[in-house]
């Protein structure tokens, strides 16, 4: 089985682009997580979705950053607009509902210059 | 107070002997634990779980758990190079509808020398 599918791998861009990171989750897991890796902060979850439905958004830094789910194989996560300090490594993980247990992508890096 | 603390390291061990990652956390209503390893430059990955207070072992690895004292511990013996990586102790609040989420600390670097 494929697992969590990120994508881009890599992403470089300049202050005020947009950005958009995407996420295909593991086939019949019920849940999904956005986290962003710093080193200064270490992983952080900035949203979940359950059954497609975001459920705890509380950690979306502010409005600049949204989160969508229009389907239970697809997930994105905007910046806009981005600036240097959203630099950090973002993850999308899935789990089946209620385990615990996250299954992670390899990550979207993304430098904002 | 940060949910869940860890030692940032780094934390080196001699190839052969037992590394032991400590982590502690604040919420009461935490009800289960998650050990993660993540290698330089890729994702986390799951080692082991631990819900109940005492230890529970797989192969090399044994996990402990004292809820009274908020403490978690991984324990690696017989510690090898590979195991060099950091380490990422979590707190998983339940699967009740809504509190799904899972807090992670910021990690422990292990290095171990050969």
């Known amino acids: 089985d494929a697992g969590v599918i990120q994508s881009p791998r890599h992403e470089v861009t300049e202050m005020g682009q947009e950005v958009t990171l995407r996420c295909k989750p593991i086939s019949g897991h019920n849940s999904l997580f956005w986290y962003r890796q710093t080193m200064m902060r270490g992983l952080e979850l900035l949203i979940y979705?359950?059954?497609?439905?975001?459920?705890?958004d509380s950690g979306m830094p502010e409005d600049r950053f949204s989160a969508k789910m229009p389907n239970a194989s697809f997930s994105t996560l905007k910046i806009q607009p981005s600036e240097p300090r959203d630099s950090a490594v973002y993850f999308c993980?899935?789990?089946?509902?209620?385990?615990?247990?996250?299954?992670f992508g390899e990550g979207s890096r993304l430098t904002v210059l | 107070q940060k949910e869940v603390e860890q030692n940032s390291g780094p934390l080196s061990v001699p190839e052969g002997a037992i590394a032991s990652l400590n982590c502690t956390y604040s919420d009461r209503g935490s009800q289960s634990f998650f050990w993660y390893r993540q290698y330089s430059g890729k994702s986390p990955e799951l080692i082991m779980f631990?819900?109940?207070?005492g230890d529970k072992e797989d192969g090399r690895f044994t996990a402990q758990l004292n809820k009274a004292s908020q403490y978690v511990s991984l324990l690696i013996r017989d510690s090898q190079p590979s195991d060099s990586a950091t380490y990422l102790c979590a707190a998983f609040r339940g699967s009740n509808f809504g509190n799904e989420k899972l807090t992670f600390g910021t990690g422990t670097r292990l290095t171990i020398i050969p």
């Open positions: 631990i819900y109940s207070n």
């Open positions: 993980a899935s789990t089946p509902q209620g385990t615990g247990e996250l299954f």
């Open positions: 979705f359950n059954n497609n439905v975001p459920i705890d």
